[in-house]
């Protein structure tokens, strides 16, 4: 049996007197970098599960105003919305609901479309020479069709909830481990 050299800089696996959480290796945030290139080319991972959080906070918003006009005519809903805006709500609220449901719907593709990296890769330097932009505005077009599928309808409350609590799940994880390493 030969006997194996070992890298001067390598711990013994086994050492007398410790207990095996001496041996738990503690991670610092800053071990890794998790971006590479100049500011404003990439989403960081942090940033991004926050725009997704607010992707899906808007298509909540959009949905209740969507439906606003059809609850106004829907007699189980009607009576509480016309007691409440009265002769305002034809020719005022429900245009208002209309227009703020575009406004919601722009804002959950703005914070998607930010979301996915792909304003940050269309400012990557000679990124022309390997895809051209229409194919990154097809490929972002497919995945918002897609993000839309998983959790845009109102059907889809409690998927969308739960991936709204997993993200903030994940900012809070991320924003408690900076404040460890500090």
């Known amino acids: 049996m030969t006997k194996k050299t070992y890298h001067p800089n390598q711990s013994q696996l086994f050492t007398a007197n410790l207990a095996w959480n001496d041996l738990e290796i503690q991670p610092s945030v800053n071990e890794i970098p998790l971006t590479m290139g100049e500011p ?9 599960a926050k725009l997704l959080i607010t992707a899906l906070g808007a298509f909540s918003q959009r949905n209740s105003r969507r439906t606003f006009p059809l609850a106004a005519y829907t007699s189980q809903y ?6 409440r ?7 005022v609220v429900i245009p208002g609901a209309r227009r703020n449901a575009e406004m919601y719907d722009r804002i959950a593709a703005h914070s998607f ?7 940050a890769l269309k400012k990557v330097v000679g990124i022309e020479n390997i895809i051209r932009p229409k ?3 097809e490929r972002a077009i497919k995945m918002w069709d897609s993000f839309q599928d998983l959790y845009g309808r109102p059907k889809d409350l409690k ?3 739960g991936y709204k609590r997993k993200l903030g799940k994940f900012v809070t994880n991320v ?3 900076e404040a460890n390493a500090a």
């Open 40 to 48: 404003g080319t990439y989403v960081d991972v942090e940033e991004r």
């Open 78 to 83: 009607s009576s509480p919305i016309w007691q």
């Open 85 to 91: 805006y009265q002769e305002y709500t034809e020719p």
């Open 113 to 119: 479309w930010h979301a996915t990296g792909f304003p």
């Open 135 to 137: 194919q990154i505005d």
């Open 159 to 161: 998927d969308r909830n």
């Open 175 to 177: 924003v408690d481990s």
